[in-house]
Each structure stands twice: as structure tokens, then as C-alpha cells.
């Protein structure tokens, strides 16, 4: 009576959001690419609000970028 539990885990946590939500116009439409030369550009594909870093770290990721990206816009604003 060994009954096993066939579980399919299926590892999908590599695969990150790629679109962010804009802190302008509140769309799902920014993009964020780093570019070979560790420049990155962060860009809403919606309203056009964009940022750019250069020399970004060798373990920044685009969620760190976002995050920094929304820093900027939500204090400067208002
Ligand atoms: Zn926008």
C-alpha cells in the first residue's frame, strides 16, 4: 500500500516579469534592457517616461532596476 504522490513541480521561477507597472500612468508597459556594455534603460512603453543608469552592477537585475526606477519617480513627483 505505498501509494506515491506523483508530483510535477514545475520550476518556473527563473522566468521573470519582463513588463512592470509604470508609476506615471499606472500601465503595465515598462521595459527594462540592460545592454552588454552594463548600461540599462528603463523605459514605459505607454506614456514614455524612461531612465537610464550606466555602469549598472554585474548582479543588478531588471527587478532592481524597476525598483530603483519607481525610487526616483515616486519622490521627485510631488
Ligand atoms: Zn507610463
Known amino acids: ?6 508530483s510535477i513541480i514545475r520550476v518556473t521561477r527563473r522566468k521573470l516579469p519582463k513588463v512592470f507597472n509604470c508609476p506615471r500612468c499606472g500601465m503595465v508597459a515598462v521595459r527594462v534592457t540592460i545592454s552588454p556594455e552594463k548600461n ?4 514605459c512603453g505607454d506614456c514614455g517616461l524612461n531612465w537610464e543608469k550606466i ?6 537585475e531588471a527587478i532592481d532596476l524597476y525598483n530603483e526606477f519607481i525610487d526616483k519617480f515616486t519622490s521627485e513627483g510631488e
Do not use: L
Not at 500500500?1 to 506523483?6: F, T
Open 1 to 6: 500500500m505505498g501509494r506515491k504522490r506523483k
Open 40 to 43: 540599462a534603460k528603463v523605459i
Open 55 to 60: 555602469e549598472v552592477g554585474k548582479r543588478t
